[in-house]
């Protein structure tokens, strides 16, 4: 049977001599699994297509689980998200975490209207730390797990200082606090974000300037929540891990060897 959708190439493989499988994520049918054949041949007129990223118009044939191409158009091909290393780095997570932490019941239409905006808000080169946090939240929530950010995951109360506990459920009081000792004390500005983050819909983020402490308490609360809620071990996040340890230090001082600053003495 023919099948005919637009869709976003979240994921590429090798196959066989020259031939790719792709995973594109679309808005009415979740994931499909694509035969891209030929398309790692350099004069490949899908070769482009097959890239990560790439929002397309995709026509296949597919009788079994997985679709042979026929014909596909490029609608956006995001080249921009490929070409800087920053940019990516925080692309291939994002497309990862469609991939891997999100099943095929709630791949539905907000999940790609929300990597397309993420890709959107990459490729505008708004704050990336801003954009994947946010996203890391919509797929908590489109996994079955958004925190409790307005009242306590223990009782209940609402309108008192919390911290965040990922293992509680989020947001967490004082009286509860023995239930999770190492509960994250998180600023204000941090809470606003968390709380923004989960209202939000992507395609409405605009430019936010956060301070770097409330985007490392940002990092961290999304990250301990999605390491306790979802566990997945991504390779695209090992590499974002050692891109921001990178981009955060400062520029080590020239320093001359040791033999150089302090001459020997004459004997
Ligand atoms: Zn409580």
């Not at 200082?161 to 009286?175: D, E, M, N, Q, V």
């Not at 979802?230 to 520029?251: C, I």
């Amino acid at each position: 049977m023919l099948y005919r959708m637009e869709g976003i190439v979240i994921r590429g493989t090798d196959y066989g001599e020259g031939n790719k499988i792709i995973t594109i994520l679309t808005p009415s049918h979740g994931k499909q699994g694509i035969v891209v054949k030929g398309a790692r041949k350099p004069k490949s007129r899908y070769s482009s297509l097959a890239q990560p990223f790439t929002h397309g118009d995709f026509s296949f044939y597919k009788s079994s689980q997985l679709g042979t191409l026929n014909s596909a158009e490029i609608i956006e091909s995001y080249r921009a998200l490929r070409e800087g290393l920053e940019a990516a780095a925080y692309a291939a997570y994002a497309a990862e975490l469609c991939d891997r932490g999100i099943g095929e019941e709630e791949a539905g239409s907000f999940l790609f209207y929300q990597l397309k905006a993420c890709f959107d808000a990459l490729a505008e080169g708004k704050d990336p730390q801003i954009v994947v946090r946010a996203f890391e939240m919509k797929i908590s929530g489109i996994a079955g797990y958004a925190p409790l950010l307005d009242e306590c995951a223990g009782c209940g109360r609402t309108g008192v200082p919390f911290r965040f506990s990922p293992a509680a459920g989020g947001a967490l009081c004082a009286y509860c606090r023995s239930k999770d000792p190492s509960a994250l004390e998180l600023g204000e500005t941090t809470w606003k974000l968390l709380r923004l983050f989960a209202a939000l819909d992507l395609r409405r983020l605009g430019q936010i300037n956060v301070k770097e402490t409330s985007k490392d308490q940002l990092k961290i609360a999304m990250r301990n929540w999605m390491d306790h809620h979802l566990g997945l071990r991504l390779k695209s996040q090992h590499f974002l891990d050692q891109w921001e340890r990178l981009s955060q230090q400062p520029a080590p001082e020239p320093r001359l060897p040791r033999s150089a600053e302090r001459p020997a003495e004459p004997e």
